[in-house]
């Protein structure tokens, strides 16, 4: 999988992932989740694009 689109709104963090296949996923963080917790997902989701 790979970040395809990473956008910060008024309320979240959009962003879109493709997976080998092609098909794609969105996701929202909402702004005011601990930085940990958004910091650790958005780790989590890059990681997958080096593979």
Do not use: A, C, W
């Not at 959009?14 to 940990?36: C, L």
């Not at 910091?39 to 593979?51: G, M, P, R």
């Amino acid at each position: 999988m790979k970040i395809i689109n990473l956008l910060k709104e008024n309320k979240d963090i959009k962003y879109t992932v493709q997976t080998r296949k092609g098909n794609t996923f969105e996701h929202r963080i909402p702004i005011h989740t601990p930085s940990d917790q958004v910091s650790k997902i958005l780790f989590l989701v890059e990681q997958y694009n080096d593979k």
